[in-house]
């Protein structure tokens, strides 16, 4: 809204104005919950890298193969965590998506009723104008008739 509106729509263009900025807010949200989502996906992809990538050598003392054992099982865990993080980040991708839509499509209704009521101004000016210039050709068809008749 680069315009300033008409002055019968400055009550809607405030309306277009707020819910231009929840429009934004939604969209930055959006944005963030995806770079998030980004995030997580990029840790579980790495921490199953890294599961796939640790071998258990086949000859190997207890301990060691104990501490590769608890190692291998608390990046089992990790990995489930960040599943469970990476599933709950996609529910808000989602939320977040769905409201920035919303936010987006009431913006484009109240966007959308402005152009309606400027183009109906326009379209009764052009008719005001187009009036005019016939009232003016009859009067000047008038005195050029009474001109001829003298």
């Not at 790495?46 to 608390?74: F, H, I, K, S, Y």
């Not at 709950?88 to 109240?110: N, Y």
């Not at 379209?123 to 005019?132: L, N, S």
């Amino acid at each position: 809204m680069s315009t300033r509106p008409h002055p019968a729509d400055r009550g809607l263009a405030a309306v277009a104005r707020v819910r231009e900025v929840r429009e934004t807010d939604s969209r930055i949200g959006l944005q963030q919950m995806l770079a998030e989502q980004a995030s997580v996906a990029g840790r579980l992809a790495a921490l199953e890298q890294g599961l796939a990538n640790a071998a258990v050598p086949a000859v190997t003392t207890p301990a060691a193969l104990l501490a590769d054992r608890t190692a291998l099982t608390g990046a089992g865990v990790l990995i489930g965590e960040t599943r469970t993080a990476l599933d709950h980040a996609q529910v808000l991708t989602a939320e977040s998506r769905a409201r920035w839509t919303t936010d987006k499509t009431r913006l484009a209704a109240v966007e959308h009723l402005l152009e309606r009521r400027a183009a109906g101004r326009r379209t009764a000016a052009a008719r005001a104008e187009a009036r005019d210039a016939d009232d003016l050709a009859g009067q000047a068809w008038a005195r050029n008739r009474a001109g001829a008749r003298r």
